[in-house]
């Protein structure tokens, strides 16, 4: 099964979750290069691929990662993003559970529902940030673990870093683009563009379970909220 393992604090009051993760299927075929121009790592060893695949989506202007996944019985999803290296925008949800979730630089800004923040603190907490975006800075512990979703090259990281024993696997397909698909020795299957950029394309672990990166230099906007709506979390310490 696929091992991406993401820590939520709006799993528990505590703060801590641990999931495997899935991709929502998608009917829009993946956008990796203006260009069919083979190029070449289907020839390449397994941890070459790695290396060029991961490279080159690192480096990406934009992209997009949606998932949905199960946990423990639970149900996540989410859906970001990414400008660059230092913007995202997106949300995260857990059952009833939902926060928006925008980086722009160091600062991060959340936005959840009613449910969310009684999660968190209570009714009490959901009736001071209802409506409201919380500021906080990446640094601050208490909002850390749903800030690492706008860090894109953390996530792969982590997602790829969990598994080994990579092999070379037969060719593939996501949607019109060609793939050098990789699989390790839990069976999980990594498929990269065979033609223009090695972008990821999709990290998958069996049926429904699957992470899918699409949106490669399609225009993001990111935007800082209302400044009316906005609660300064490192201030309120």
């Known amino acids: ?3 991406f393992t ?3 604090e709006s799993d528990t009051k505590d703060g801590t979750g641990t999931a495997q993760a899935k991709a929502s299927s998608s009917s829009a075929p993946a956008k990796p290069s ?7 790592v289907g020839k390449l060893a397994p941890a070459a691929v790695l290396s060029r695949a ?9 992209l997009r990662m949606r998932a949905d996944f199960e946990d423990g019985g639970q149900r996540f999803k989410l859906d970001f993003r990414y400008a660059g290296k230092t913007k995202a925008t997106g949300w995260f949800a857990q059952g009833a559970q939902r926060v928006q979730i925008t980086r722009i630089g160091k600062t991060v800004y959340f936005s959840g529902n009613d449910a969310f923040w009684t999660s968190i603190g209570g009714k009490g907490i959901a009736q001071v940030f209802s409506g409201k975006h919380v500021k906080s800075s990446l640094k601050n512990p208490d909002f850390k673990e749903l800030a690492i979703f706008t860090d894109r090259s953390s996530l792969l990281t982590e997602a790829v870093n969990s598994l080994s024993g990579w092999k070379k696997g037969k060719a593939g397909r996501i949607g019109s683009i060609p793939t050098a698909v990789l699989t390790s020795s839990t069976g999980d299957k990594l498929h990269v ?3 223009g950029l ?4 999709l990290l998958e672990g069996g049926p429904e379970n699957r992470i899918e ?3 490669y230099g399609e225009p993001v906007n990111v935007q800082a909220p209302p400044a009316g709506s906005i609660v ?6």
Do not use: E, F, H, I
Request: proline letters at 8%; charged letters at 15%.
């Open 1 to 3: 099964m696929l091992a």
């Open 6 to 8: 993401t820590a939520c």
């Open 34 to 40: 203006p260009t069919v121009t083979p190029n070449g």
């Open 54 to 62: 991961r490279k080159a989506t690192a480096s990406a202007r934009s």
């Open 193 to 195: 563009a065979a033609q």
């Open 198 to 201: 090695p972008y990821v394309l």
């Open 213 to 215: 990166y699409s949106g």
């Open 232 to 237: 300064d979390a490192d201030l309120m310490k």
